[in-house]
């Protein structure tokens, strides 16, 4: 049975979360990112379809990924009618 790195998994986590702050204009701050056993989960909420496309793209370029659950909703901004 392989033995679980739960440091390096909330390692893996952060620079991915780095990494789409620094590669994109996707606001991080709604989103979350876990990995377990090499495996990537990616939660929160974004405007645009093309953001959840994006990182999961990046989440993809790292190496030891085996795979992306991607569960990032896309809730449209609406401007306020003021």
Known sequence: MKQIDRGSERKMAAD??????CMTTIPTESLRVTVNEDWVCLRGAL???HQKEVAEEVVRQFSGVRGVTNL???TPHV????
Do not use: D, K
Request: glycine share 0%.
């Open 16 to 21: 991915i979360m780095s990494a789409i702050q």
């Open 47 to 49: 405007n645009e379809p």
């Open 72 to 74: 990032i909703t896309i």
């Open 79 to 82: 401007p306020s009618q003021n």
